[in-house]
């Protein structure tokens, strides 16, 4: 180029003027060109500027270095040889020992090449040309992003590829490769006359990600192929094909797309396959018939104020899903909503479908539409507390009230203020109305089925107040802070003659835990409300350390001085005197963390409820485990206890090793539903993982049975880019 050959040759006459010069930088502010060498000589005969001893050459963004170079300004070129080093302005870099290159150093030929890319992989070759400022082409070359043996370098790295001519583009950032063999510690294992993967600042490409092979109990043995799409670079697509012995070919596919003001993620697949008719006479099966799932979600920002969105979950039929691996859902709900903020106020627009996945389900409710609007004021400002308006409409179709429709209207207005004494007291005010009226469509009484169906319009007013005070009491000390919180609440409520009256879509189980257990009103929904007059207390104690660390006990209880019929028998709320319940929480760094929540029975202090969640360790053994009790009473009406312990493991055992093992099982039945193992093997070029499934649990046409399935991936070599929530496994 003009430019370069120009700077050259002010270099030239400069030292033509100087004669040798010994460690000399010389820079020209005019020119983007700079020659620092230790010794420069101009040769005014062959007209040859030759720089030896540390030179250093930079052309713009290019940097060349070496042991001595030689300038030929007739012909414009520069020749280096001795430690070659060349800077490209893309952060690779090129080590030779000896180079013949352009005067802006963006063409030429190199011998006894080596390229270092900017994630330290690397490509070797015996020799190799320079086009166009950007193409590099070498012979006989080896690429890996394999660190060498530090004990043995002569030794082959884990994997390589070895090419006949190797190409690397930096402006299109590819590689390609002509005859090429991957090598597994030197011994080739596959061959193609043609590869081609991205330069490793390419954070995604279209082609083929790592595929996964494995055997289960429902799908047989089974391979799955990803086919990665990059769209644009604000959308893109994955197409899985999984081919199976026993449930014949899926394909899975998945959309994103980033919007300026949303986002979209649809996902779906296909299958052909037969399945059970009568799940009662498990031989009798379907023809091949065509099944498949779409999940869609979706949300915009309209303005500053407003976003709309929705949720699109649909299966073709019942264990599809679970069959193939999709998801472990029981549920899929659907939602569409617009919703609005406004400061500490909130509107919304929704409707709700679902479909349960469960053996004997009922219908679900559809929900069509649900209003809502909540205003809320700034704290302090109605008579110095913070005032609430309240108001919604809901419509169910189809539901578990076992009527045909149920409209719900509900208007509440709440006050709440917080007194803080002098002494530390801390009051809690609390006052609402709520009026709501129901209109009901073919509503069947469940205590008298054969009851007519009933139509008709009914309303309730329900006002309510509470008083809640808690008196912290701290002591402090160097480390440590200990804190010990008695709490007590007055609640009263109207009491209501026609509950009866009103269908319970909304509060069919209630859960009564610590974490409610001062709430104005304890049932989930609104469809049922706490009526009378009641006193809770509760004591909170805790110890926390400074520099990290707590430990902490809750118990609490609740005295009713009616009884509460609404409430079904096992919940602990419908006596008098409510059940005990409490909550221990222990956290010691990563050491230990662990939350223990319980509820006793206050008659005979029974267990009702317990659930315990730990995890703690060290990298090289870490455990987590998940203990779940619920008495039958506390069930409803299930006929038997629920108890079952998950336990989980895992052990970053060396750099690269890493494993992981869970077990879930059935104390009740005394049952071992579910075993898992795998091990990973992931370094810095290679990754490799094995997994086994052992599931016993069976439902219809989903038979128990062992799965296993393998992944293998190659650094740059189709590595996938993050774990889809699409896929088999």
């Given at each position: 180029?003009?430019?370069?050959?120009?700077?050259?040759?002010?270099?030239?006459?400069?030292?033509?003027?100087?004669?040798?010069?010994?460690?000399?930088?010389?820079?020209?502010?005019?020119?983007?060109?700079?020659?620092?060498?230790?010794?420069?000589?101009?040769?005014?005969?062959?007209?040859?500027?030759?720089?030896?001893?540390?030179?250093?050459?930079?052309?713009?963004?290019?940097?060349?270095?070496?042991?001595?170079?030689?300038?030929?300004?007739?012909?414009?070129?520069?020749?280096?040889?001795?430690?070659?080093?060349?800077?490209?302005?893309?952060?690779?870099?090129?080590?030779?020992?000896?180079?013949?290159?352009?005067?802006?150093?963006?063409?030429?030929?190199?011998?006894?090449?080596?390229?270092?890319?900017?994630?330290?992989?690397?490509?070797?070759?015996?020799?190799?040309?320079?086009?166009?400022?950007?193409?590099?082409?070498?012979?006989?070359?080896?690429?890996?992003?394999?660190?060498?043996?530090?004990?043995?370098?002569?030794?082959?790295?884990?994997?390589?590829?070895?090419?006949?001519?190797?190409?690397?583009?930096?402006?299109?950032?590819?590689?390609?490769?002509?005859?090429?063999?991957?090598?597994?510690?030197?011994?080739?294992?596959?061959?193609?006359?043609?590869?081609?993967?991205?330069?490793?600042?390419?954070?995604?490409?279209?082609?083929?990600?790592?595929?996964?092979?494995?055997?289960?109990?429902?799908?047989?043995?089974?391979?799955?192929?990803?086919?990665?799409?990059?769209?644009?670079?604000?959308?893109?697509?994955?197409?899985?094909?999984?081919?199976?012995?026993?449930?014949?070919?899926?394909?899975?596919?998945?959309?994103?797309?980033?919007?300026?003001?949303?986002?979209?993620?649809?996902?779906?697949?296909?299958?052909?396959?037969?399945?059970?008719?009568?799940?009662?006479?498990?031989?009798?099966?379907q023809e091949e018939k065509f099944r498949g799932h779409l999940f869609a979600d979706a949300r915009f920002d309209l303005n500053e104020h407003w976003r709309t969105g929705g949720t699109l979950n649909l299966v073709s039929d019942d264990t599809y899903l679970d069959i193939f691996n999709i998801s472990d859902a029981d549920v899929l709900r659907s939602r569409g909503y617009l919703e609005g903020f406004y400061g500490l106020s909130y509107a919304a627009a929704e409707f709700y479908g679902f479909?349960?996945?469960?053996?004997?389900?009922?219908?679900?409710?559809?929900?069509?539409?649900?209003?809502?609007?909540?205003?809320?004021?700034?704290?302090?400002?109605?008579?110095?507390?913070?005032?609430?308006?309240?108001?919604?409409?809901?419509?169910?179709?189809?539901?578990?009230?076992?009527?045909?429709?149920?409209?719900?209207?509900?208007?509440?207005?709440?006050?709440?203020?917080?007194?803080?004494?002098?002494?530390?007291?801390?009051?809690?005010?609390?006052?609402?109305?709520?009026?709501?009226?129901?209109?009901?469509?073919?509503?069947?009484?469940?205590?008298?089925?054969?009851?007519?169906?009933?139509?008709?319009?009914?309303?309730?007013?329900?006002?309510?107040?509470?008083?809640?005070?808690?008196?912290?009491?701290?002591?402090?000390?160097?480390?440590?802070?200990?804190?010990?919180?008695?709490?007590?609440?007055?609640?009263?409520?109207?009491?209501?003659?026609?509950?009866?009256?009103?269908?319970?879509?909304?509060?069919?189980?209630?859960?009564?835990?610590?974490?409610?257990?001062?709430?104005?009103?304890?049932?989930?929904?609104?469809?049922?409300?706490?009526?009378?007059?009641?006193?809770?207390?509760?004591?909170?104690?805790?110890?926390?350390?400074?520099a990290g660390g707590a430990a902490s006990l809750f118990l609490g209880q609740s005295y009713r001085f009616d009884e509460e019929e609404s409430f079904p028998d096992g919940s602990g709320l419908r006596d008098n005197l409510s059940d005990v319940v409490g909550r221990i929480t222990l956290q010691a760094g990563q050491y230990l963390d662990l939350d223990y929540r319980f509820r006793y029975d206050v008659e005979d202090l029974a267990s009702r409820r317990h659930e315990v969640r730990a995890s703690?360790?060290?990298?090289?053994?870490?455990?987590?485990?998940?203990?779940?009790?619920?008495?039958?009473?506390?069930?409803?009406?299930?006929?038997?206890?629920?108890?079952?312990?998950?336990?989980?493991?895992?052990?970053?055992?060396?750099?690269?090793?890493?494993?992981?093992?869970?077990?879930?099982?059935?104390?009740?039945?005394?049952?071992?539903?579910?075993?898992?193992?795998?091990?990973?093997?992931?370094?810095?070029?290679?990754?490799?993982?094995?997994?086994?499934?052992?599931?016993?649990?069976?439902?219809?046409?989903?038979?128990?049975?062992?799965?296993?399935?393998?992944?293998?991936?190659?650094?740059?070599?189709?590595?996938?880019?993050?774990?889809?929530?699409?896929?088999?496994?």
């Open positions: 180029m003009r430019a370069s050959s120009l700077s050259f040759g002010l270099l030239l006459a400069f030292a033509l003027s100087a004669g040798p010069l010994p460690a000399q930088e010389v820079e020209l502010t005019e020119e983007p060109a700079v020659l620092t060498a230790d010794e420069v000589v101009y040769d005014e005969t062959l007209n040859l500027v030759l720089a030896q001893g540390e030179v250093r050459v930079s052309q713009g963004q290019r940097l060349l270095r070496a042991d001595r170079v030689t300038y030929n300004q007739t012909d414009d070129i520069v020749t280096a040889s001795g430690n070659v080093v060349l800077v490209e302005p893309g952060g690779e870099v090129l080590f030779a020992e000896y180079a013949e290159l352009r005067g802006d150093l963006a063409d030429g030929f190199i011998r006894e090449v080596g390229l270092l890319l900017t994630d330290d992989s690397r490509l070797a070759a015996n020799a190799g040309v320079r086009r166009a400022g950007r193409i590099t082409q070498v012979e006989r070359a080896v690429y890996s992003p394999c660190d060498l043996c530090p004990e043995q370098p002569e030794r082959a790295p884990l994997w390589q590829l070895r090419a006949a001519e190797v190409t690397h583009d930096s402006e299109t950032l590819d590689i390609t490769y002509t005859d090429a063999f991957l090598d597994i510690y030197g011994i080739p294992i596959l061959y193609s006359p043609y590869l081609s993967h991205p330069d490793p600042r390419v954070e995604r490409r279209t082609g083929f990600l790592a595929p996964t092979v494995g055997s289960s109990g429902d799908l047989g043995p089974f391979v799955i192929v990803p086919y990665y799409i990059d769209i644009a670079p604000e959308q893109d697509a994955t197409v899985q094909l999984g081919l199976t012995r026993d449930a014949g070919a899926i394909l899975l596919g998945e959309y994103r797309r980033r919007f300026e003001t949303g986002i979209i993620d649809i996902e779906g697949s296909i299958n052909r396959s037969e399945r059970i008719v009568d799940f009662q006479e498990p031989s009798q099966r479909r349960d996945l469960r053996q004997d389900s009922e219908e679900q409710a559809g929900i069509l539409p649900w209003l809502t609007g909540n205003y809320i004021t700034e704290p302090g400002a109605v008579f110095g507390g913070q005032g609430e308006i309240d108001a919604s409409l809901v419509n169910y179709t189809d539901n578990p009230a076992g009527s045909a429709q149920t409209v719900r209207l509900s208007v509440q207005g709440s006050w709440q203020r917080d007194l803080y004494s002098d002494s530390g007291l801390l009051t809690s005010l609390l006052a609402s109305l709520r009026g709501d009226v129901f209109w009901v469509d073919d509503l069947i009484d469940p205590v008298d089925p054969e009851r007519p169906q009933r139509n008709e319009t009914t309303s309730r007013l329900y006002p309510l107040a509470q008083v809640t005070a808690r008196y912290p009491l701290v002591r402090q000390s160097e480390h440590w802070r200990q804190l010990i919180e008695p709490i007590a609440s007055v609640t009263a409520a109207a009491s209501l003659d026609d509950a009866d009256d009103i269908p319970n879509n909304d509060s069919l189980a209630p859960e009564f835990d610590a974490s409610n257990l001062f709430e104005a009103d304890r049932f989930p929904g609104r469809d049922r409300v706490e009526e009378g007059v009641r006193l809770t207390y509760g004591l909170r104690t805790g110890l926390f350390r400074r703690g360790g060290v990298p090289i053994f870490r455990v987590a485990t998940t203990y779940t009790f619920l008495d039958e009473a506390a069930r409803f009406e299930e006929p038997e206890d629920l108890e079952e312990i998950v336990v989980a493991a895992s052990s970053q055992l060396t750099d690269y090793w890493s494993t992981r093992a869970s077990i879930r099982r059935d104390l009740a039945d005394e049952e071992t539903r579910q075993i898992s193992f795998g091990v990973v093997y992931s370094d810095e070029c290679f990754t490799v993982s094995a997994n086994f499934l052992r599931d016993r649990t069976e439902d219809r046409d989903r038979e128990d049975g062992n799965t296993i399935f393998f992944t293998v991936a190659f650094r740059n070599l189709g590595e996938p880019l993050r774990l889809g929530s699409s896929g088999l496994f």
